[in-house]
């Protein structure tokens, strides 16, 4: 991939992840909540794979 393409790529990703945090702040925290629920999980897992 060209590293212009790779740029607009990544700026339209950017842009979109800024315009969605804008207008649907009650839905990116619940995201945001659910990735690190996710690594809660994980971590307890591997907690109790330890003990």
Do not use: C, H, N, Q
Not at 11 to 22: E, G, M, R, S
Request: glycine share 6%; charged share 20%.
């Amino acid at each position: 991939m060209s590293k212009l393409v790779k740029t607009v790529v990544v700026t339209l990703v950017v842009a979109f992840l800024i315009y969605y945090l804008y207008t649907r702040p009650e839905e990116a925290a619940a995201f945001v909540r659910g990735i690190f629920r996710i690594f809660d999980s994980v971590g307890r897992f591997f907690d109790g794979l330890v003990r």
